[in-house]
């Protein structure tokens, strides 16, 4: 228990706009690791008490009413300020992960044209005499995983 209130007072990476691939496979594995994540996924409704619950159904509802409030709240952490007014009037965890998902990832013609642009960008790739080999293919690395992120596998994948 000591360990799950450690991890769950680090918080996520805020979304700014930018990078959204790196910032989502960031934020599914914090959703994960605070075992929210089939919240965020499934959209799973809380189903109201009965007239004489038991005790054990009236914790079920309180644990997964909070897991929502959860799932809500590091959602509306991880997110700017302009960001934040967009997905305020959303009310749960998945519409909002959709929205942000629709918005940022894009259709696959500019997903297409983004990894083009990442393509043309490696092969223009030259090592500069100031900078160092860890740095030159640090950079390489950088322009492969955009790509990977942007598409390009499912792009191979489908020629």
Not at 93 to 117: F, P, T
Request: neutral net charge; contains cysteine; charged residues 30%.
């Amino acid at each position: 228990m000591e360990a799950e209130v450690s991890f769950s007072s680090i918080a996520p990476l805020v979304f700014d706009g930018e990078n959204y691939q790196i910032w989502a496979v960031r934020m599914e594995a914090y959703f994960d690791a605070l075992d929210l994540w089939e919240i965020v996924e499934e959209d799973c409704d809380v189903p109201t008490l009965p007239k004489n619950p038991s005790m054990a159904q009236i914790k079920m509802y309180k644990e997964k009413k909070m897991k929502k409030s959860k799932a809500n709240a590091c959602l509306f952490a991880a997110v700017s300020s302009t960001i934040f007014t967009r997905i305020i009037s959303r009310k749960t965890a998945k519409s909002i992960w959709d929205y942000l998902k629709k918005e940022y990832v894009g259709d696959e013609k500019i997903r297409g044209m983004q990894v083009l642009n990442l393509i043309r960008d490696f092969e223009l790739q030259k090592m500069k005499k100031s900078k160092t080999i860890k740095e030159y293919s640090d950079r390489l690395l950088e322009i492969v995983n955009k790509a990977d992120y942007s598409g390009l596998n499912l792009m191979i994948q489908e020629l």
